[in-house]
């Protein structure tokens, strides 16, 4: 049982708001080797077995994203080479990094998510504020992992009977792969009729919708609530004043490292971490009931 995951949705959803939304526009260094190392942490945390399956993705994009910058981009003062008479500087290099960081870190972050927001959280959430979008995004959202797993069974299928992708002409690989595609569309126009009788048969668009949940709103989830937004307002305000503000163009801006710029510093931190805080106490809480067994 994943700690994390037994909080109130609304938590839940208040945390990776705030995680996201803050990654995203924080590009000073400090800030995103924070991000980048408690993104990492929470994934080892919540998905271990998938996230190293899913590394090697992340470190060639990391790098490819990394490369284009400085290709495209030739400003800066610190010229390293020139490459067709076009600059090649240390600031563009380091502009590249720090957006590739930025960009792997929200994708990892969206991982957590999608491994903690499940469907009956998000309907339950956002359900009544607007019942068709909260049931229309999370049908959506269910499509992507139903396709590749009924794409992974058309495949196997039409490998036993010789029509392998993988293998042989050109020619056969593209019909192979035209009659997969073919049965994996059928299979979708198939299952949203299905989906469609379903959902008049239970009487949806009829009358008024009613909902039943078991998530409960408990002491708990409001204390770490209060500490969640407590320390996204510390950060909205250490954006405001311009500690969160660095500058690669023409040249880098000097990081701060008097006590205000720390502890903004440690304040971000504090609330990128408090996921793993909580699995780190669920850890200790049950090998300490385990232990007295």
């Known amino acids: 049982m994943k700690s994390f995951e037994t909080f109130h949705p609304l938590v839940i959803f208040a945390f990776f708001a705030a995680a996201i939304g803050l990654s995203m526009f924080f ?16 994934n080892i945390a919540l998905r271990r077995g998938q996230f190293f399956k899913d590394w090697k993705l992340y470190v060639p994009l ?34 590249g990094l720090s957006i590739a960081t930025m960009i792997v870190s929200i994708i990892l972050w969206f991982s957590c998510y ?31 992992p139903r396709f590749q797993q009924q794409l992974h069974k058309i495949s196997n299928a039409q490998k036993v009977i010789g029509m392998d992708y993988r293998s ?20 979708a126009l198939d299952n949203a009729i299905d989906t469609a009788d379903s959902m008049k048969a ?15 709103f408990e002491r708990r989830d409001g204390i770490v609530l209060l500490f969640i937004m407590f320390l996204l307002m510390v950060n909205i305000w250490a954006s405001i004043i311009g500690t969160t503000t660095f500058y690669f163009y023409p040249t880098f801006s000097i990081i701060q490292w008097d006590l205000k710029n720390i502890l903004f510093y440690c304040s ?26």
């Not at 590009?27 to 990492?40: D, E, K, R, S």
């Not at 019909?175 to 997969?180: D, F, H």
């Open 27 to 42: 590009m000073h260094p400090a800030y995103l080797v924070i991000t980048i190392f408690l993104a990492v942490s929470l």
């Open 62 to 95: 990391f790098f490819l994203m990394a490369i284009i910058n400085p290709l495209i981009s030739h400003n800066g003062k610190l010229v390293l080479f020139y490459i067709n008479y076009n600059a090649i500087t240390v600031e563009a290099i380091v502009y």
């Open 114 to 144: 999608n491994e903690t927001i499940t469907t009956d959280k998000f309907i339950y959430l956002f359900g009544k504020i607007s019942p068709v979008f909260s049931l229309t995004l999370s049908i959506s959202l269910r499509l992507v």
């Open 168 to 187: 042989g002409s050109l020619l056969h690989r593209i019909k192979c792969t035209l009659r997969i595609i073919s049965i994996l569309i059928t299979w």
């Open 202 to 216: 239970r009487g949806y668009g009829i009358g008024k919708r009613t909902s039943f949940s078991l998530f409960i």
């Open 268 to 293: 971000y931190f504090l609330l990128l971490a408090i996921p793993i805080i909580i699995e780190i106490k669920g850890g200790i809480e049950w090998k300490l009931l385990k232990s007295k067994m």
